[in-house]
């Protein structure tokens, strides 16, 4: 499959770079990256340009617009400033478990908030004990009368502690499997637990989270009963779209940021990218760039045709996230001892970059899922 982009994609591009050079500051950056601080007022001018929720339905207050609509948003936030952009892109995490799953009833409430730039939301999946393939899950939802009563902890949720909303991955008894439960952040019984400081993404909080007797309606599951593993794979294949995206940006940011260096800076007379070693490093950041985007695309592309397809996203994952790490690790390099520095910005894209590798799934997991994929059924 090849892409190529519409006009209206390209004018979605030219206005999130036009909002992105004049809000994303590099100061502020350091100073919300320094205090793990989440940019609370470019989030709400992001959701008043329409840039939050942009692939929600016009009746949730979104945009109505494709996942390459969104994945163009993403790499576009990314490249200006990597951290920042996550921060925003993730803002909404886990809400397409509802707007995929959920009754029109929770869609009406919570949705249109997220767009607009009152609410995050997070995903309570993973826990202490459990495998990437979220294994056992011990957080239990029990029927008790009209609710749903959620005892268990969770760890590294994105949001935590500030989230409107979380989907949280219980399971009801052995039989029935395991349900997503929507759960007010504000509900009682909540603890937020420190789970202490991180390389990267550090405007985005991530907490564990434990339940004790939290109460909850029983409307509030989301889609049917004993859905809740499938719901959850399906929106982790969509997810590696999203990260794809975010880590394509961050990719092409720290190239940006390392051929505008190379270009200025003179060394034994010349500049730096008149020597071939430094051509060639260049060639290899942009060939992975490249290899990165067209993965990304096209499993967007797909997306949006109607096919999520788990091996391509789980490749644009793969391939986005690692090119994000190289290519950064490389810009750092070319930079030499200023790569270093905070204020080169390059160092914050490399902490951002690794945490895209891990978040959602990681690189043994994605691993697993191309190869079942690829191998078939064996008789
Ligand atoms: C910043 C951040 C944000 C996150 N946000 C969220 C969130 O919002 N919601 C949520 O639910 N989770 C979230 N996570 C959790 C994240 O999805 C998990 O950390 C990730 O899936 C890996 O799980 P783990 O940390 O338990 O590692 P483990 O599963 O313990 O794996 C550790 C290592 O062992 C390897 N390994 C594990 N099992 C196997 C195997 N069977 N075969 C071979 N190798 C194996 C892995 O590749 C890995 O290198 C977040 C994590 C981070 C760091």
Excluded at 1 to 21: H, R
Excluded at 81 to 88: E, P, Y
Excluded at 121 to 127: L, P
Aim: include cysteine; proline fraction near 2%; hydrophobic fraction near 40%.
């Amino acid at each position: 499959m090849t892409y190529q982009l519409s006009k209206s994609q390209k004018e979605i591009q030219k206005a999130v770079k036009e909002f992105a050079k004049g809000e994303f500051d590099n100061d502020l950056a350091y100073e919300l990256d320094k205090n793990q601080e989440f940019p609370k007022k470019i989030w709400k001018k992001a959701a008043e340009l329409g840039f939050i929720g942009m692939h929600f339905p016009e009746k949730y207050s979104g945009g109505d617009l494709d996942m390459l609509d969104n994945v163009l948003l993403a790499e576009e936030f990314c490249r200006k400033d990597s951290t920042i952009g996550s921060a925003l892109m993730l803002s909404g995490f886990a809400s397409e478990c509802l707007l995929r799953f959920g009754s029109n009833e929770l869609k009406e409430v919570y949705l249109p908030k997220v767009a607009e730039g009152k609410m995050l939301s997070g995903a309570a999946f993973a826990e202490p004990n459990t495998g990437y393939n979220l294994n056992p899950i011990s957080t239990t939802a029990l029927k008790d009368g009209d609710k749903w009563i959620i005892d268990g902890e969770k760890s590294f949720v994105l949001n935590a502690g500030v989230a409107g909303f979380y989907c949280v991955l219980c399971r009801t008894n052995i039989d029935k499997g395991a349900n997503l439960i929507l759960v007010e952040g504000k509900s009682k019984g909540i603890d937020v637990v420190d789970s202490g400081e991180k390389l990267g993404l550090r405007m985005t909080a991530t907490t564990d989270l434990i339940f004790h007797d939290v109460q909850v309606p029983i409307g509030n599951l989301i889609g049917k009963e004993g859905n809740g593993f499938k719901q959850v794979q399906t929106f982790m294949d969509e997810s590696c779209i999203l990260i794809a995206s975010l880590a394509l940006g961050t990719a092409q940011g720290a190239f940006d940021r390392a051929l505008d260096y190379v270009k200025q800076r003179e060394q034994f007379g010349k500049k730096i990218v008149l020597f071939q070693v430094t051509q060639h490093k260049l060639a290899d950041m942009a060939t992975k760039i490249e290899q990165a985007r067209s993965l990304t695309y096209n499993a967007a592309l797909a997306f949006d045709a109607g096919k999520l397809d788990t091996k391509l996203a789980c490749m644009a994952k793969m391939v986005a996230s690692r090119a994000a790490v190289e290519v950064a690790s490389e810009a750092i390099q070319l930079l030499g001892g200023y790569g270093y520095m905070t204020e080169y910005e390059i160092e914050r894209f490399y902490r951002d970059a690794k945490n895209m590798e891990i978040l959602g799934r990681n690189p043994g997991h994605l691993k697993d899922l191309i190869s079942r994929s690829v191998v078939g059924r064996i008789k």
